[in-house]
Structures are given as structure tokens and as C-alpha cells.
């Protein structure tokens, strides 16, 4: 996939771990072939990167980063401040307030970009900070106003958690490309449509404040019982262009109704017809990169985290590659 995405212009990339990339020689032979940039599915987050306070465990990133470099794969970094991912230390932390919580990001900062500086050149420095509006599967608690998400970090920094962090990894590494990532901005619902308006607003606000950032990453987790429509992601797309920074579409896959058995070519060409409208309003929007979150259903984490007692059968078909290793529809 990485060469014909080439041939066209386009990026193809996929998450991957460590661990997956050591024990699978499967899963470790399809990353070689098909994809053309990485994302470390766990290893940059920051309970991974600094589980305890001072104590920076890079290995399984360092593993992860060799071997990529072994096959020539850049690597995008995931992710910087996240509300999710964030050891206990940090969250006892963060509580104690402003200034213990800018030591905090200062030291996971300074460590972290040095120590990836040679290797990776595109960061989520800010993952999800977008609150989900009343109607989303999961909405903020009530009593949270704003377009923010009620995170550690921001009772610790305030609203402005979003423009420090982007500063200082500019102010780390100025030719770093910054990307805010977030997800459920993608289908025809009012909740999505009201989270696009929270994000371009949020957009909006840091290029008014020439806030240094350059693209936006879109999660694209699609789920085929909500409705699609293409013209409006699209323009949405465009409107994210439109402020002069880039658009990636960063850990897509899709959640099927309830997966049943049987039947996978009716359920695969559903799920590739989704695909194909996502991603093609996502390039005429403006979109160059797409990165899929795994590459095949047997290592996805719907099936880690919600489908684990299930049937093979039972998986989520939401990736290019089936449990058996076979290309879908998805793939072509
Ligand atoms: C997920 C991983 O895939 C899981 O293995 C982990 O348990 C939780 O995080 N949005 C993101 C990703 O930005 O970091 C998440 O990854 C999926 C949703």
C-alpha cells in the first residue's frame, strides 16, 4: 500500500507495538510491506515513557524506533499530553497545581523530544483535548462548560494547557511538526457536528494567538451504525485547510454494528464502502496521510479490549488485513 499511496501523492501508515513487531513475524512481515510510516501504538505514551517520576523508560520505544529505522519507516510520535495514559504519579501531580504541573511537562518534554529528536519529526503534542458534546457515546460529565474536555491537565494549566504544550515543543525542537489529534468529529450526527465546531473554534483561537501548530490529526475510529456524509467531512476537512495547517487521518478503523458471524463479504464490503467515501472526501479535502490503527482484525484493539472471550469470527472487520492474514476489500 505504501508504494501505490506513493505513486499518488498520498502517505500510507499504520499504528504498531513493540511487542508485536518482536513475537509476530506475521504481523512484523505486513508492517514491512505495506506501510510506509509508523505510529507506536503504546510505547510514546506517557505512562509507557516516564512510569514513575524521573525514571524514563524508553526501551520498548527505542526497540520499535530501531526497527523501523532497520526498514526505513519514519515514525510519527503519540502522544505527548493526554488525559488517558498518564501514570498515577502524574495525576497526583498535576492536582498539586499550576507550578508542580508545568515542572511536569517541562521535564517530560525536554527528556522525551531530545531522546526521539533524530528519529521522530511529527508529534502529537496534544491528543483529544476536545470535550464530546451532549449525545456522544460517552459526553463529558455534566457541569463541564466549554469546548475543552475536563482533563488533569487542564484543572492543572487551565484552557491555555493547549497552547503550552505546543509552545513548548516548539520552543524544544522548532522544526518539529506539531499536530493536535482528536477523534468523533467524523460522521453526519449532531454531537460530531458539534464537536467540528468545538475543534474549529479551538483551531481558531490558537492561529489568532499565533500559537505554533501545524497540522491536525482526525482519529477516524468510524462505526458503521452511525451516518456518514461525505461532502460534509470533506468541507470540514477543507475548513481545517483552509487555516493553513495540515489534515492526517491518524488511527482509522472501523467498529461494526455488532459484529456477527459469518457472512464477510456482505459485512466487508460495507465496511469498505465506508472506508472508501471516508477517505477519498478525506484526500479531496486536503488530507495527504493515512494511517490505519493496526493493520489486520487479529491484533486490533476492538478485539483486545472488547471482544477478547469472542470467536474470531466475531471480530470487528475494520482493517485491511482479516484475522487469517487475508487482504479485504478494505485493503484494495
Ligand atoms: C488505544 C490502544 O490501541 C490500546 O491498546 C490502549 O489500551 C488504549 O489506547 N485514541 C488514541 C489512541 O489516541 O491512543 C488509543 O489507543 C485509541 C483511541
Known sequence: MAEIAAGRGLTYGCAVTAKLLEEEPQFAALVAQEAGLLVPEYEAKFAALQPEEGRFDTAPLDALLRWAEHFRKPVRGHALVWHDALPGWTRAALAEGRTRAMGVLER???HVLAHTRLRIRDWDVVNEPVANPPGSDVPEP?????DLRDTPWLRALGPDYVAIALRAARQRDPTLRLTLNDYGVEADTPPAEEKRQRLLRLLRGLRARNVP???????GHLQMREPFRAEVFR??????RALDLQVLITELDVREVRPPSGDFPARDSQVALRVHAFASAAFEGGARTLLTWGISDRWSWLYREQAVALDPGDVHRGLPYDWELNRKQMWR
Open 108 to 110: 517530560h518534554f525536554d
Open 213 to 219: 501548530l501545524d497540522a491536525v490529526g482526525i482519529q
Open 142 to 146: 455534566a457541569g463541564n462548560s466549554g
Open 235 to 240: 468541507d470540514f476537512v477543507r475548513q481545517i
